[in-house]
T-cell receptor
Framework: AQTVTQSQPEMSVQEAETVTLSCTYD???????LFWYKQPPSRQMILVIR??????QNATENRFSVNFQKAAKSFSLKISDSQLGDAAMYFC???????????FGTGTLLAVQP | EAGVAQSPRYKIIEKRQSVAFWCNPI?????LYWYQQILGQGPKLLIQ????????DSQLPKDRFSAERLKGVDSTLKIQPAKLEDSAVYLC?????????????FGQGTRLTVV
């Protein structure tokens, strides 16, 4: 069975600084997708960034980028130029290419200090 | 494009009562997920539908939880009887099936409190 692990329950960053959130996963599949979702207090889960396992190039979306290390099964999220609006819970997620099953890690609560 | 609709937003019930949640996914989305999210934790997958068939319900407590997806569109999740530990947010999400890289879209969830 696939698992997703986020080892940082809480992180804090100063506004305009850079922060990296960690995620590791375990799978025996070769076809899968990885995601980072943001969940603000409103509870609405919002996609931040996605990565296809077959792509070696790391995904980038504006201030958000990932470091995908397939052999190490690591998928970290880097937030550059942090803004107050980035404060939220961040979840790493794994999606099976075979079954479309989508599972989540335990989350990292990010605080942004002004 | 309309989002994933869930109702009700909030529900308070006494233990041993029954409760039902409703989800209307985005039109055309074949895959529908129900998650249970206990405060401070990550979403736990309860059940996954592909059209109106169940793909995965391995973590659904089948002695008290049931779910159906009528005609492959909207879905209901029921708890009967409820326990105190069922207090959580229940999230519904949907996605396309054919293009696996597309994201899952989430509703705003139903916050259930069992007293």
């Amino acid at each position: 069975a696939q698992t997703v692990t986020q080892s940082q329950p809480e992180m804090s960053v100063q506004e305009a600084e850079t922060v990296t959130l960690s995620c590791t996963y375990d799978t025996s599949e070769s076809d899968y997708y990885l995601f980072w979702y943001k969940q603000p207090p409103s509870r609405q889960m919002i996609l931040v960034i996605r990565q296809e396992a077959y792509k070696q190039q790391n995904a980038t979306e504006n201030r958000f980028s990932v470091n995908f290390q397939k052999a190490a099964k690591s998928f970290s999220l880097k937030i550059s130029d942090s803004q107050l609006g980035d404060a939220a819970m961040y979840f790493c997620a794994y999606r099976s290419g075979a079954t479309n099953k989508l599972i989540f890690g335990t989350g990292t609560l990010l605080a942004v200090q002004p | 494009e309309a989002g994933v609709a869930q109702s009700p937003r909030y529900k308070i019930i006494e233990k041993r009562q029954s409760v039902a949640f409703w989800c209307n996914p985005i039109s055309g989305h074949a895959t529908l997920y129900w998650y249970q999210q206990i405060l401070g934790q990550g979403p736990k997958l309860l059940i996954q539908f592909q059209n109106n068939g169940v793909v995965d319900d391995s973590q659904l407590p089948k002695d008290r939880f049931s779910a159906e997806r009528l005609k492959g569109v909207d879905s209901t999740l029921k708890i009967q009887p409820a326990k105190l530990e069922d207090s959580a947010v229940y999230l519904c999400a949907s996605s396309y099936r054919t293009a696996l890289n597309t994201e899952a879209f989430f509703g705003q969830g139903t916050r259930l409190t069992v007293v």
